[in-house]
Structure formats: C-alpha cells, structure tokens
C-alpha cells in the first residue's frame, strides 16, 4: 500500500509543477493526498485536538496559537501578522510537495485538479475551539464557561471604503460525533453541556448592539444579546453574510466561500484586553475596525442585523444531517446545506464503499479511524492509499473530476468516519440588505 507519511524529497519549483501533478494523476488515478495545513489565530484558544494550543503556552513568535486546519486550500490566511503561504495546502507527490495555489496557476493543470469548479472551490477548516473556563461579565448563575471564537460578522471586503456585504464571507458549521465510535471518546464534555451562540435574540435593538460595540476590549456583553444553542452532533448551521456569532467550544468542520474576511466584534469572553489604551486600541485597530473609522460605521457596514435577529433563524438555517443512504457497510450523511455540500461517510470495520466518479471534485478529511482508499477504473489497477485521522501525511485527499474511489475501514473497533466538501452551489440563498453594496 502506498504511504506518503514517509519522507517528502523537496518542494517542487514553479515550473515544474504542471508536469509533477500530471503525473501524480497519472500515476493515482485521480487521488491526491494533501499535508495538513495548520493556521494560528491570536482571538481564540483550543482543546489541544489539532495541536498543543489551550494556552498561551503554545504560542507562535506572533503569539498566535495553531487552532484551525484548512483542507485543500488554495486560499492563504489573512491575519493582522501575514505568514506567507499560511493555510495554503501542499499537495504529496513522489516528485515532492506542491502548493495548491501554484498548480492552479496552469490552466491544464486546474482543469485536471477542479474541472470547471475552481472558482466555486470552498475553503473548508476544522476549529479547535475552546481554552481556559472563564466567567462571563453578564453570568447569572457564576458558572465558568469555556470561550466560543469571539463574536464577529462577516461583512466582504471594503470597495472604494465601503464594506461589501454581497461579497461577504457565506459560511457553514456541521457539528461531528465525538462518542465512543470515534478516536476522540473522552477528549471533550458531553455535547448536552456545550453551546454555540449565532444570531441576535429578536427582541434585542440595536441601540443595545451599538452600546455593546462600544465595550470591545472592556467586557464581553455582547455575547449576552445572542441566541444559545446547544451543540447538537450530526447537525449544521449556515451564516449568513453579517450575521453575528460566536462558534462554541467544539470541534467544528465548517465550509465557506473562499477568503478570510472578518471584523471581531466582541474580545475573547471573561476576557478583557489588558495592556492599558495602547493595547487596547493596536486590538480594536486589527481586528474590529479593520480600516473603518469608528464603531459608528462598523455598525452600519458590517452587520447584517435583519438576518442576525431574525425570528426565524434556526428555521431556516440550522438542520437535521440525516442519513441519505444506508447499507451493511454503514451510511452516508449530508452535512452541509444552502449553497454548500458536503458528505459524512461512516464505514463500519472491515467494509468498504465505493463512491462513484462525478463532474464534481471534492475534498476529503478522515475525521475518525484508519483505513485505504484507491480509485477504481476499468482495465486499471492502482495501489491503495493509507489513511489515519489526524495523521501529518494521510489524512487529507482530494478527489478530481469523474474518479470512482474505494474506500476500505481497516480497523476492527472503530468506525472509519470521512467527511467532503463539494463545490459551492452558484443557488443562491443569501439576501444582503438594499443599502449595501453591489
């Protein structure tokens, strides 16, 4: 069986990329593996899931700590301190590591890897959310919690000074088992005892909302205006375009357009900015106003407040990620709804499924278990793929136009949980406000 988790020769030059992913096509049938792509962020901290990353401890030079993994990404992380080439995906071959964004700089070569998809190619990531328990300002009860992201919207980047909400950052979260089937049993609390805060409770104003802008950095009363909802496994949620919301401490696997726009609208919960007014401002600076000039016009330009107080959000954007085929070898799941799709394939030990080839490519993550996968064709045999979750080297695949693959659960305990993301949908659901930019 093939293994790339053994040792990668060099990183291939510019202009020799197209021939080396050609031949790694040739070579797999279509299958490609994908190191894992690990990104710091400097507003939120983790459960030490992906990486060492629950503490201040774990911080990089930045002080950034490793919480997010992006799949198969062409995009490169946009934080307040640029690393070039973070989060951008480095595709395995014999001849060595190829970054993503490069091959699809050749024509051919994008084609071979996307097909007609590559501009409606997502960018996809797994959060490790959590960190220290703190008390939040607004807490009734005194109970600690364990801190979501911060709360923060999504509103496009600025055009002529002016942020674009139709171009805004439309994401999804889908929530993954974490029991006794799945390599990480006994790591996090039972999901009953963790929430997830998205969208603005309907009767809160938004006087309530501005003065709560106003407390950045200070308090966290901006979490107590938004709806809480308990972590529900096997379930997602789309966010729309300047919707407020907070993600909980649980490791997600969310989708979204492909970029990395955000303004914070909220510091980390129990958390206040210390450092005095010079600290302060170099944070609100950064990460809440991003170049608009005060939270007058943040308000006004970034938040979606129809959609962040709609009485019916969790109508319309959160389901249910039933079963939509079933079999001995176990059952396969849609996991992202809207303009997004994905799929959870949940093999039993010691079977296999057999995914036929489409128009669309897809990326795959193995979220629990080990296993193979190999494409399948007429007339041809190719050699099989090691696959184990959380591996550096093994854990991460893409799968390119019209390739039928095979993949096997190797293990004899534990179900072989692998999870996709297809290309976005050109469906639209998303509505931005009149006034906002076109």
């Given at each position: 069986m093939l293994s790339m988790a053994s040792t990668i020769p060099k990183t291939v030059q510019e202009n020799d990329v197209a021939s080396v992913v050609r031949a790694a096509l040739e070579r797999s049938g279509g299958v490609l593996l994908a190191s894992r792509s690990m990104v710091c962020?400097?507003?939120?901290?983790?459960?030490?899931i992906l990486a060492p990353n629950a503490s201040s401890a774990n911080n990089d030079s930045r002080g950034y700590v490793p919480v997010e993994r992006w799949i198969m990404s062409k995009t490169s992380a946009e934080n307040p301190i640029v690393v070039e080439g973070e989060g951008v995906s480095l595709l395995l071959t014999d001849d060595g590591e190829?970054?993503?964004?490069?091959?699809?700089?050749?024509?051919?070569?994008?084609?071979?890897?996307?097909?007609?998809?590559?501009?409606?190619?997502?960018?996809?990531?797994?959060?490790?959310?959590?960190?220290?328990?703190?008390?939040?300002?607004?807490?009734?009860?005194?109970?600690?919690?364990?801190?979501?992201?911060?709360?923060?919207?999504?509103?496009?980047?600025?055009?002529?000074?002016?942020?674009?909400?139709?171009?805004?950052?439309?994401?999804?979260?889908?929530?993954?088992p974490i029991d006794d089937s799945t390599i990480y049993a006994g790591k996090l609390p039972d999901p009953d005892k963790v929430?997830?805060?998205?969208?603005?409770?309907?009767?809160?104003?938004?006087?309530?909302?501005?003065?709560?802008?106003?407390?950045?950095?200070?308090?966290?009363?901006?979490?107590?205006?938004?709806?809480?909802?308990?972590?529900?496994?096997?379930?997602?949620?789309?966010?729309?375009?300047?919707?407020?919301?907070?993600?909980?401490?649980?490791?997600?696997?969310?989708i979204q357009r492909a970029q990395d726009d955000a303004h914070i609208l909220a510091w980390k919960l129990g958390q206040p900015v210390l450092g005095g007014s010079k600290m302060l401002s170099k944070i609100w600076s950064s990460n809440f106003a991003k170049g608009l000039a005060d939270a007058d016009t943040v308000m006004e330009q970034t938040i979606h407040y129809q959609a962040s107080r709609d009485p019916k959000f969790k109508e319309k954007w959160f389901r249910d990620c039933d079963a939509v085929e079933k079999g001995d070898w176990g059952c396969r799941r849609r996991i992202f709804h809207h303009e997004f799709n994905g799929e959870g394939f949940e093999i039993l030990p010691g079977k296999s499924y057999e995914r036929p080839g489409a128009e669309e490519p897809y990326a795959a993550l193995v979220w629990s278990g080990s296993g193979t996968v190999y494409a399948v064709e007429k007339d041809k045999e190719f050699e099989a793929i090691d696959?184990?979750?959380?591996?550096?080297?093994?854990?991460?695949?893409?799968?390119?136009?019209?390739?039928?693959?095979?993949?096997?659960?190797t293990s004899t305990s534990h179900v072989l949980l692998i999870y996709t993301v297809l290309p976005i949908s050109t469906q639209t659901y998303f509505v931005a406000p009149k006034d906002w930019v076109d």
């Open positions: 962020r400097e507003m939120y901290n983790g459960r030490n190829v970054r993503l964004d490069l091959a699809c700089k050749d024509k051919a070569t994008d084609f071979a890897l996307f097909g007609p998809y590559s501009k409606h190619w997502p960018l996809t990531k797994v959060l490790d959310i959590g960190g220290v328990a703190y008390l939040p300002s607004f807490s009734k009860k005194g109970q600690e919690e364990v801190p979501p992201i911060p709360a923060h919207v999504h509103p496009g980047y600025q055009k002529n000074g002016v942020c674009c909400m139709a171009d805004g950052k439309l994401e999804a979260y889908f929530f993954p929430i997830t805060r998205l969208g603005l409770r309907p009767e809160i104003t938004k006087e309530q909302v501005r003065g709560a802008l106003d407390k950045f950095g200070e308090d966290d009363s901006l979490y107590g205006l938004m709806n809480v909802y308990p972590i529900e496994p096997n379930t997602s949620w789309t966010i729309q375009p300047g919707t407020i919301h907070a993600p909980g401490p649980w490791p997600t696997f969310e696959l184990q979750a959380l591996s550096t080297n093994n854990s991460e695949f893409l799968v390119t136009p019209m390739t039928t693959i095979r993949m096997t659960n």
